[in-house]
């Protein structure tokens, strides 16, 4: 056991660094991402560009596809790539990827952008908190902040393409990789990272007033990975798996509060409700839709103590699957913060079966007799072999039960050879009650 303790142990130490291989002068780095923008995407980001950075390396290809996401990690994305002192190339791959809404605004901050055929790039207008549409007022503030950001990052390409960046933002205009490479969008329209990297040889970026010459036709290529930490971060903006957490951690809170002196239950519950609170913060939820789950969970808790055959239990599926729909697919949320409608049935099934067969077997271990120590009496078969003859009650004597001799108490007159039942315990006295001729 210990050695295996020990080897989690250096897995998980390990885990938490970057894996990259041994660097040389010139080479290129990549970084690949896929899904929403988020604060866990910049700080992989910003990682990676100060490894090669660090390392020499002559440029960082960030392999990209992701539907968008918030402002404020889009903003950092920015300044990150702005602050680098080597160029970054951002590459829309595979056929089928997409850089929309924020992704578009990261591919233009970068000096070089590619993309694969069969990608799309744009629909960067502003929405609301949840996808929602925004006042006038503030939708045409963030839209002149935006148009005016991207008038920056994309005058260098000419009027054009200036005027395509405008039209993402102001008429959620998209386009694909030919129609952005005609118009001087993006540099290249590659097929793989080599096809790219031959393209790419030769180009120029100015970076703090100086010239960087990409070298990039024979440059090795070094994978710089997430780390363990980042990798679990950036799957918590999986709207399913935020779900999943969300009812296990107030699954397991529940058992141990219904059975506490333990811990792993409780451990498990606050875990997975952490996690699940940490995506939520990275989603567009309506929080009222949280709500709506926890009164799923109250109806489950009320159908195992009122036994009403399956109504209150029907009514917590149907208010815990409002819930999920609620806080994941209110209008207006964008396709990647949504839970599909089967998972969201299966998740709400799954929980209140699970839950209900959790809490009645518990319900049943509490109540189950005692089959050790002196409780365990109760029940049992009792012959009377003495009795006093005093007024009562209780009417006092000795009886035999489970093969030992007992003092015993009862409500009514004993008599020698009279059979009861064990009804209490009272320290070293049975309570008896006899039983009808």
């Known amino acids: 056991m210990r050695k295996i303790i020990l080897v989690l142990s250096i897995w998980l130490v390990l885990s938490l660094f970057p894996r990259t291989a041994l660097a040389q002068g010139g080479d290129v780095w990549v970084l690949k991402i896929d899904g929403p923008v988020t604060p866990t995407m910049a700080s992989y980001f910003e990682r990676g560009i100060a490894s090669a950075e660090l390392n020499g390396a002559n440029a960082v290809l960030i392999i990209l596809d992701t539907p968008g996401g918030n402002v404020t990690p889009t903003q950092e994305i920015i300044r990150i790539f702005r602050a680098a002192k080597l160029p970054i190339i951002v590459f829309i791959t595979p056929g089928g990827a997409q850089a929309a809404s924020a992704g578009s605004i990261i591919t233009m901050a970068a000096h070089f952008a590619a993309m694969s055929p069969q990608t799309v790039i744009g629909a960067a207008s502003p929405v609301g908190e949840g996808g929602a549409d925004l006042d ?205 409608i089967p998972s969201a049935v299966t998740i709400s099934g799954f929980t209140a079966i699970f839950f209900i067969f959790i809490v009645t077997m518990a319900l049943r271990a509490q109540q189950r007799r005692p089959v050790t120590g002196m409780e365990s009496l109760i029940g049992h078969r009792a012959v009377v072999r003495t009795a006093n003859p005093v007024d009562g009650p209780p009417f006092t004597g000795t009886a035999l039960a489970n093969g030992e001799l007992w003092r015993v108490t009862a409500d009514e007159p004993l008599a020698k050879g009279d059979e009861a039942v064990v009804s209490e315990v009272k320290g070293f006295v049975l309570g008896i009650t006899k039983k009808s001729s």
Not at 174 to 200: K, M, P, R, S
């Open 136 to 340: 006038e007022t503030i939708y045409r503030k963030l839209t002149e902040d935006f148009t005016a950001q991207i008038r920056s990052l994309v005058g260098r390409r000419g009027e054009d393409a200036t005027r395509l960046a405008e039209a993402m933002i102001n008429e959620a205009r998209a386009v694909n990789a030919q129609e952005a490479l005609a118009i001087g969008l993006i540099d290249a329209v590659a097929t793989d990272v080599d096809d790219l990297l031959d393209q790419l040889d030769g180009q120029t970026a100015s970076i703090d007033g100086q010239t960087h010459t990409l070298e990039t036709a024979a440059a090795a290529q070094h994978r710089f990975f997430m780390n363990f930490i980042e990798q679990v971060l950036h799957a918590l903006s999986n709207p399913l798996l935020v779900s999943m957490l969300l009812v296990i951690g107030v699954q397991a809170i529940l058992i141990e509060l219904g059975s506490p002196g333990g811990w792993a239950a409780g451990f498990i519950g606050i875990l997975c409700l952490g996690l699940a609170f940490y995506g939520l913060g990275q989603l567009p939820a309506n929080w009222f839709g949280l709500g709506l789950i926890g009164v799923a969970f109250v109806l489950f808790v009320l159908e195992v103590k009122a036994l009403t055959h399956g109504a209150l239990a029907l009514a917590g599926t149907i208010t815990m699957l409002a819930g999920l729909l609620v806080l994941f697919n209110s209008p207006g949320t964008p396709a990647f913060a949504r839970i599909s």
